[in-house]
């Protein structure tokens, strides 16, 4: 299969163009060319050969692909839909349909002659890491292309339980559930595999991921009811996470310094509980639209956060690692500058919920 020739740096975007956004639901892609990409006048260009393929175009893969495009990369990537796909090639992304647990032969075949390959796709509890399970075939594969960098997105998760002392990777990792353990066991894999075949393998432990689009805002505005995991972790002191452009940050230091072997947190400094993020979400909501205080605001949910709570897992998880090796200055250090500003750019949310004439 033909690998497109590159493109160039892309053109210029418009600043004006950008700075509004309507919807929550567009603007992952938007926000990402605003915020982190409309960086035009600072374009660099890059040597001809970068290109990055990203197994599981997600919410993450999505937006480092975004910047990574601005920046004059080859970005290819998968999805399991005809509908996804569509969509990703509208953002002008070369994508594939690709299920893990069968992987499609030709699809490993460009995957390879990228020099960078991000591994998106999640571990599944009694699977295990789909890709891993096809392991002799990946090493097949990529043991003849070009992939020179590969990163894993695994999670904070799989430290367990620490009693809310602070933990750095160098932390015992005890895993208190199956999904954990699957991750931990991924990024062993991985890990091995990268060793094996003298790839440069990073494991970057996430904590929940946050952005333009899928936040606690959306969940309001949306009126979202709590997933099952939400409402776990709703009675915890301490909540990692991590706004999605300081994600994409991250991996832009890494791909600029590769380290082999290297795992690193990436949360922001401020592993605040869930409630006080949902709370501080409703003001910034009431505050813009005091109109529509009483369509959006939902009473029951900060009881419901307390109530449904009762999981034990306590850590403070730290990025001091970030910081050091990768030099990593985050743009969202706190949950209040990250919903702040993920509000500034929703225009209008309340439009599709006036009532029809
Ligand atoms: N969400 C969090 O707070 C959080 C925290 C820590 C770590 N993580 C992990 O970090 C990674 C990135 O997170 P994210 O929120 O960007 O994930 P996401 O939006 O759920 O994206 C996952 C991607 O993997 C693809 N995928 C899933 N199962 C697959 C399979 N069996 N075969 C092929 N493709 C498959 C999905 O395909 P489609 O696009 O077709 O759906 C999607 O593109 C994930 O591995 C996630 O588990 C997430």
């Known amino acids: 299969m033909e690998i497109s020739a590159f493109p160039g740096p892309s053109p210029a975007i418009s600043l004006r163009f950008c700075k509004r956004i309507s919807t929550p639901t567009v603007s992952s892609f938007l926000y990402l060319r605003c915020n982190l990409q409309d960086n035009s006048m600072d374009l660099k260009p890059k040597p001809p050969n970068l290109r990055m393929f990203i197994l599981g175009m997600g919410f993450v893969g999505q937006f480092l692909a975004a910047d990574l495009k601005n920046k004059g990369w080859v970005v290819s990537g998968s999805c399991t839909s005809n509908a996804k796909k569509t969509k990703l090639e509208q953002m002008g992304f070369d994508a594939y349909i690709f299920q893990a647990n069968e992987p499609d032969f030709e699809?490993?075949?460009?995957?390879?002659?990228?020099?960078?390959?991000?591994?998106?796709?999640?571990?599944?509890?009694?699977?295990?890491?789909?890709?891993?399970?096809?392991?002799?075939?990946?090493?097949?594969?990529?043991?003849?292309?070009?992939?020179?960098?590969?990163?894993?997105?695994?999670?904070?998760?799989?430290?367990?339980?620490?009693?809310?002392?602070?933990?750095?990777?160098?932390?015992?990792?005890?895993?208190?559930?199956?999904?954990?353990?699957?991750?931990?066991?991924?990024?062993?894999g991985w890990s091995r595999l990268g060793n094996d075949l003298g790839i440069a393998v990073q494991i970057f432990r996430l904590g929940g991921i946050y952005g333009p689009g899928r936040s606690a805002i959306d969940t309001i505005i949306k009126k979202e009811p709590l997933s099952t995991s939400h409402r776990a972790r709703s009675s915890r002191r301490y909540t990692s996470r991590i706004h999605v452009a300081d994600i994409c940050q991250a991996l832009n230091a890494s791909i600029e310094k590769p380290s082999a072997g290297k795992i690193y947190n990436i949360v922001d400094d401020d592993p605040a509980p869930r409630v006080e993020v949902f709370t501080f979400a409703q003001n910034l909501i009431t505050s813009k639209w005091p109109d529509h205080g009483q369509q959006i605001i939902n009473p029951r949910m900060a009881d419901t956060l307390i109530r449904d709570g009762?999981?034990?897992?306590?850590?403070?998880?730290?990025?001091?690692?970030?910081?050091?090796?990768?030099?990593?200055?985050?743009?969202?250090?706190?949950?209040?500058?990250?919903?702040?500003d993920i509000i500034r750019q929703i225009d209008s949310p309340f439009v599709h919920n006036l009532p029809s004439s």
């Not at 090493?139 to 894993?152: D, H, I, M």
């Not at 034990?312 to 706190?334: A, C, D, F, Q, Y």
């Open 310 to 340: 009762g999981y034990s897992e306590e850590k403070r998880v730290s990025n001091n690692r970030m910081k050091e090796e990768l030099g990593v200055k985050l743009i969202h250090p706190t949950y209040r500058s990250g919903l702040q």
């Open 107 to 188: 699809v490993l075949d460009v995957m390879k002659h990228h020099t960078h390959l991000l591994i998106s796709i999640p571990p599944v509890v009694g699977l295990g890491d789909p890709m891993l399970n096809h392991k002799g075939l990946l090493e097949s594969k990529l043991k003849q292309g070009n992939v020179r960098w590969l990163s894993f997105l695994s999670s904070t998760r799989v430290y367990g339980d620490s009693g809310g002392t602070w933990v750095d990777e160098d932390h015992p990792i005890i895993p208190t559930n199956e999904l954990a353990r699957a991750r931990l066991a991924a990024e062993e």
